[in-house]
């Protein structure tokens, strides 16, 4: 079958000049993973080269760029999903590690476990063979001076501005079929130490069956785990399955009453992407941007932000 890539840089505010280094994210991403899916690679290493190039820039919320803590430290979340097997690899509150993506995968792969957090996470790199990085590598200049004003003003909002967030996140089919998803995060500036939100969570920030569809979500952590959005987006494409729409449509009606269910039941704002098993896009947001990518049924890469 064709292969299909959707990819996101996170659903908030982005000010006017942030959204020309968005767009560019976004491409770079489809370029990496589209490079391994066109010559028949698996939707898993799609996913993770496109959300590699996502945690290496420094505009999106994740791996290098993320936002600091309210100690001023990164700690990073990730998630991967295999959409055949159900099974997923995450990791949480990791400070250590340059791309989070790849240490999520490990997991999912070579341990008997779904979920890693903290210090166990990162001895667990090690034993993986994964370097670790010093945490500094991971703090950008801009983020480290929006923490200092939160810390001298007090945290409000408006320090956020042009920084609030940008998690990013991949899902992909492949020639095979296979459907893949994952997510990686910083998480949201100035949280509690140790606190994790919905990004690396099964279900919550991201979400893979091969016989509904993959998701990868973004937004207000708290609100996204009240409604579970992944899985309530991926349970929408199961039901709309069955319904008169086009496949067309019905990714993109998915993807906006998962968005709905989040305004409305979890009081957040946030947004969404997802591929149905045809590889068919969906994606919505509720907040005023959210910048994502996808490849269209031309094979042409289509950014909007
Ligand atoms: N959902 C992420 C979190 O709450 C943040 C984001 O997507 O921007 O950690």
Redesign the pocket.
């Known amino acids: 079958m064709r292969p299909s890539l959707i990819v996101h840089g ?3 505010d982005i000010p006017d000049e942030a959204v020309a280094a968005c767009r560019d994210g976004m491409r770079r991403a489809l370029e990496a993973g589209w490079a391994i899916l066109s010559r028949g690679g698996a939707a898993l290493d799609a996913v993770e080269a496109a959300i590699v190039v996502l945690e290496d820039a420094p505009v999106f ?1 994740a791996g290098t760029g993320s936002h600091l803590n309210l100690d001023g430290r990164v700690e990073c ?1 990730a998630i991967v999903m295999d959409g055949a097997t159900l099974r997923a690899g995450a990791v949480a509150a990791v400070q250590r590690i340059r791309n989070p993506i790849r240490l999520a995968r490990k997991v999912m792969e070579n341990s008997p476990h779904m979920m890693l957090v903290g210090e166990g996470a990162e001895r667990y790199a090690k034993d993986q063979g994964m370097a670790w990085c010093d945490p500094e590598e991971l703090v950008t200049a801009a983020e480290r001076a929006a923490w200092e004003r939160c810390r001298e003003e007090m945290h409000a909002a408006e320090h956020h501005r042009g920084h ?4 990013v996140g991949a899902v992909a089919v492949d020639r095979e079929g296979r459907l893949a998803a994952g997510t990686s ?1 910083g ?2 500036c100035c ?1 509690l130490p140790g606190r994790v ?3 690396p969570l099964i279900g919550c ?1 991201c979400y893979a069956d091969a016989t509904a569809g993959g998701v990868s ?6 609100a ?1 785990m009240k409604i579970v959005m992944a899985k309530t987006a991926a349970d929408n494409l199961r039901r709309l399955a069955d319904s008169d729409e086009k496949p067309a449509e019905l990714a993109m009606l998915a993807a906006r009453e998962a968005v709905r269910v989040l305004a409305e039941r979890g009081r957040g704002t ?1 947004g969404l992407i997802l591929l149905d098993p045809g590889g068919n896009p969906g994606y919505a947001f509720n907040t005023p941007r959210m910048a994502y990518g996808l490849v269209d049924a031309q094979g042409a890469f289509l950014t909007g932000v």
């Not at 979500?217 to 708290?222: L, M, P, V």
């Open positions: 996170g659903a908030w919320d979340d609030e967030q940008g998690t995060t998480g949201t949280k939100g919905d990004s920030g979500c973004t937004g207000h952590g708290e996204i946030g």
